[in-house]
């Protein structure tokens, strides 16, 4: 009877403070110090960490709208909701946070949202001091995952972010670096009717094709192999025609594919490289510039003083 007496009470107390009660008496030690694994493809194609833990999904994207994102998914879980339930909270120490909750058919499947800029520190406090989190679907039994590594995996997010000129709140948003000086406008080079750089020699590079096709598949639809036969190719057209590229539009293609966020070299270097030479030809067409330099006035030379005439003699 005491027992029974002892379930009918606790079935009064609230979901949360069950939940408080389960964090309280999980020990630390017990979590597991899972592996962070970062992918490009979270909500929107936006990048994204992940944990794998059992068959819990623990995951930190970076938004659409700019912020941090959480999602949790529970690969092989048991829960039924007749109801539907709508909502499920997320702790870590002391940071909580209502999560919405997606149904499978009438299985609970994952758990997600994005955050508001100003949770985001309160969260990342939590994440410096906690060990494990907990997901708590109203009605049903905690759910809980480990949040050691996430510091270091988010931090890892925000420099992915600002290396692609993206941003996240504060303070997992890396300090701003100064304004890089503007580069030269290829727009206006194109239209520009001859070689600015009077065919100064440049080379073309040696890019590392297995390593980029091997980073590219995981932003692009196209596989390794199909990556590295386009690479190949335009590679080998570049070898051919290399010279007949004029050198100020080889130097600004050059420094576009530069960017750290550009894997496809080779075939990003020929787009550029024949759609801009073929804009300057067409406006040596239109323009009738031969292409020579011989086209530009002459500069202003310091005109010399004509002569004073002598007066004649008596």
Known sequence: ???????????????????????????????????WIFANSGPGGQPMVMSHQGSLDVMFYRSASGTIGIAIHQRHGRYRNPRGV???MLMIGKFTVALQTFLDGQKWDTAG??????TVPDMVDALKAAATGALVPFEHDPVSFSVRGAMAALDDLAQYAKAHGESLPPPLEPAP???????????????????TQHGRRLVLPQYDIAA?????HIEM????????????KSQAALTSQWARYDSDLK??????????GRLEKYQALLMCLSRYQDDRRQWQLVSGSSGSDDILPAKPTAQTPAPVPTPASP
Do not use: F
């Open 1 to 35: 009877m005491h027992r029974r007496k002892e379930k009918a009470g606790m079935r009064l107390l609230p979901a949360a403070i069950l939940a408080i009660g389960t964090l309280c008496a999980m020990s630390p030690a017990r979590a597991a110090d899972p592996d």
């Open 86 to 88: 709508e909502t499920a």
């Open 113 to 118: 949202g994005d955050l508001k800029p100003d």
């Open 177 to 195: 670096a100064a304004h890089p000086a503007p580069g030269v406008d290829i727009e206006k080079l194109a239209h520009h009717p001859y070689d």
């Open 212 to 216: 980029n096709c091997g980073r590219a």
């Open 221 to 232: 639809q196209d596989t390794d192999g199909e990556c590295i036969t386009a690479e190949q």
């Open 251 to 260: 130097g600004a293609c050059l420094s576009l594919v530069s960017d750290p």
